[in-house]
């Protein structure tokens, strides 16, 4: 079967396949309205396109279980074994998921977040201090693919010199080949590299005095007792994955799309009351979390469509947030001046994005400062390398060049 959505002819949905990443709203667009309940025999899954469905299936977290999984590669039977070395709690249903969601947020406060503008501003202008005086730059190699590790290491507690080693161990998970449903030895590798590490850091932090989140994490309880080895792993990669890989994505597509609309650009520069509402319609347009997987706890109908219980279904959240019934005819266009009531790019429900307000705070900074330290970034398009995952989408390099600058720091 092909790996790819045709632009015509037989309708064929894979999220492997790199023809896809090139254009995923060609497929949405036709699955949204040819088949809004589509079935991929050949993978075995369904997926779901329409705002309307995805919103009602993140809401229904009692059919569309998360225990199965959240990415298609790594389902596993709802009834069946958890991992035994991670357990996350994006894989948890409620009751047990509402349990470790309370205790999660007692320690990753709003005012945790609040308090660390000025230090992600610190963070990300050292990192354009680092190429500003060159005029040129790899966008994902030098500013967005390292700030965000460091932000989420300084939540965290992990010290600076362990950072870059962590974030390629981050961004070797995700890898995937084209059109293949299997997991690569890099990504397993990336997987057992974090693993490693935050074993040793436990270890460490158990016997010694440590700092952070994943500190304050050890001396709390759930259910009147200390979490497990693997429920502490679980959240220390999650935490790492999830904090990392969306927000450096996110951060090199905004400026991606913002390079092919002068306009916008233009008008972002004129008023910088307009970034908070770029950076909210970057994830609506061009969201890096394309989809999230949910395993069906009993039989259902959608558009005429029998699912069954214990199949694999996706809510593709990059097809919901372009569909014309929920925003419009103009659904499909790249405006920063819309201001939508509501998107999918952070989920819903149960699982909304825990970092949602780090990660706005995060984008809206960096924006901030790349537009105002280097405003007339021009993106070389013939040279820049997609990175190719099945839900995340980004850039692997994004080269710049721009008018050099001064560095801030000494
Ligand atoms: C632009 C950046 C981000 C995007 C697009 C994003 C997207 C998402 C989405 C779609 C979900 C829902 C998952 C589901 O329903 O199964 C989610 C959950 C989550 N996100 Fe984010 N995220 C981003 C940044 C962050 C950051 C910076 C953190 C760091 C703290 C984070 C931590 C989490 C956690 C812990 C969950 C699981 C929540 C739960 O299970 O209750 N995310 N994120």
């Known amino acids: 079967m092909a790996a790819t959505a045709a632009a015509a002819g037989e309708l064929v949905y894979n999220p492997f396949a ?20 589509y079935w991929n025999p050949e993978l075995r899954f369904w997926a779901l396109s329409r705002f309307d469905d995805v ?6 977290y009692e059919t569309f ?7 298609l590669e790594s389902r596993r039977p709802i009834d069946g074994d958890r991992p035994s070395e991670q357990q996350m709690m994006i894989e948890l249903d409620p009751p047990e998921h509402t349990a470790m969601r ?7 406060t709003v005012q945790r977040v609040a308090q660390m503008e000025d230090e992600i501003r610190r963070i990300v202008n050292g990192y354009i201090d680092s190429v500003i005086e060159a005029g ?14 460091d932000v989420i290491s300084a939540v965290l507690g992990i010290p600076e010199a362990d950072r870059p080693a962590l974030a390629e161990h981050a961004d070797r998970v995700l890898v995937r080949a084209d059109g293949s449903m299997s997991i690569p030895p890099e990504a397993a590798e990336g997987m057992f590299g974090l693993l490693g590490y935050f074993m040793e850091d436990l270890k460490r932090r158990r016997t010694a005095e440590g700092e952070g989140l994943i500190s304050d994490l050890l001396g709390l309880e759930v259910d009147g007792r200390a979490l497990t080895e693997p429920e502490l792993l679980g959240f220390c990669v999650l935490f790492v994955i999830a904090g990392h890989e969306t927000t450096t994505k996110l951060v090199a597509n905004a400026v991606e799309l913002l390079s092919r609309h002068p306009d916008q650009r233009a008008a972002l520069l004129a008023d910088p009351a307009l970034f908070p509402h770029a950076m909210e319609e970057v994830m609506r347009f061009h969201n890096s979390t394309q989809y999230m997987h949910r395993t069906l706890t009993r039989d259902v109908t959608r558009h005429g469509r029998a699912m069954g219980a214990g199949d694999s279904v996706l809510l593709l959240i990059g097809a919901a947030n372009h ?3 929920e925003f419009g005819p103009d659904a499909e266009a790249f405006d920063i001046h819309r201001r939508p009531d509501r998107h999918l790019g952070f989920g819903y429900g149960t699982h909304f994005c825990l970092g949602a307000a780090l990660a706005r705070m995060e984008g809206r900074v960096a924006l901030e400062e790349i537009h105002r330290r280097m405003p007339d970034y021009r993106v070389d398009h013939d040279n820049k390398v997609r990175f190719h995952s099945s839900n995340v ?18």
Request: net charge neutral.
């Open 393 to 410: 989408t980004g850039w692997t390099s994004l080269p710049v060049a721009f008018t050099p600058g001064p560095r801030l720091a000494a």
């Open 65 to 71: 279980s998360s225990a199965g999984g959240i990415a």
């Open 55 to 60: 919103l009602e299936a993140f809401r229904d």
């Open 323 to 325: 569909d014309h019934r």
């Open 102 to 108: 309370k205790l999660v947020s007692r320690v990753f």
């Open 136 to 149: 040129r730059a790899d966008l994902v190699a030098d500013i967005s693919g390292s700030f965000p590790m």
């Open 18 to 37: 790199f023809t896809v990443h090139d254009d995923p709203y060609a497929a949405y667009r036709r699955l949204r309205e040819e088949a809004p309940a």
